[in-house]
């Protein structure tokens, strides 16, 4: 069993910055995939960017050049770090941790983007 805490969220004003962290607990967790996803109001969630075992990541083309998706095996964080953040960035954003058939989700945190 794999457990999933996010933070990090917030207001934050356009151009700005935050950095979202994942805290994970369990165990293997450095054979997962770990990926983060946003669920903007009235919208499905989608994928944002993920990072494999190995440390390849890849980013939707939204984000890609202001988001950057980073871990930490030994301290079981995933972290996204968004910079020059717009309005449309406004959304909940999720972690998750994918092995195999094992499947998990954070509760998600809350980013809006607003003057």
């Known amino acids: 069993q794999v457990q999933l805490v996010e933070s990090g969220g917030g207001l934050v004003q356009p151009g700005g910055s935050v950095r979202l962290s994942c805290a994970a607990s369990?165990?293997?967790?450095?054979?997962?995939?770990m990926a983060w996803y946003l669920q903007a109001p009235g919208k499905q969630r989608e994928l944002v960017a993920f990072?494999?075992?190995?440390?390849?990541?890849n980013y939707a083309d939204s984000v890609k050049g202001r988001f950057t998706i980073s871990r930490d095996n030994a301290k079981n964080t995933v972290n996204l770090q968004m910079i020059s953040l717009k309005p449309e960035d406004t959304a909940v954003y999720y972690c998750?941790?994918?092995?195999?058939?094992?499947?998990?989700w954070g509760q998600g945190t809350q980013v809006t983007v607003s003057s």
């Open positions: 998750r941790a994918v092995w195999g058939t094992d499947d998990y």
């Open positions: 369990g165990s293997f967790l450095h054979h997962y995939v």
């Open positions: 990072i494999d075992s190995g440390g390849s990541t």
